[in-house]
């Protein structure tokens, strides 16, 4: 069973920072790429920034510049560090990797629960 847990949610005002965090757990043989995704009220659920196991990023386009994502050396936590947030970051932020749990390879959708980022003076 394989586990993600977010964290850094939270009230910041615009121009502020904040960092999420989100942990994988669990049987895990092998991370293809770990990412986060919002999704805003009366919003689809969107791609913000995704890193693969060969430290390649993408970004949707309204973010660049301001977020970066990184992971740490075992790969299994990844973080999003979001600067000059703006109103329009609002959403729930979900974390997703791309993992298999055997040695067949086969990689698999997880999420997160979801952790709320307001962005409001």
Known sequence: QVQLVESG??????????????????????????????QAPGKQRELVARITR???TNYVDSVKGRFTISRDIAGKTVYLQMTNL???????YYCNAVLSTNSLGLGKDYWGQGTQ???SS
Do not use: N
């Open 9 to 38: 949610g939270g009230l910041v005002q615009p121009g502020g920072s904040l960092r999420l965090s989100c942990t994988a757990s669990g049987i895990i043989f092998s991370i293809y790429s770990m990412g986060w995704y919002r």
């Open 54 to 56: 060969g430290d390649s």
């Open 86 to 92: 703006k109103p329009e970051d609002t959403a729930v």
């Open 117 to 119: 980022v307001t962005v």
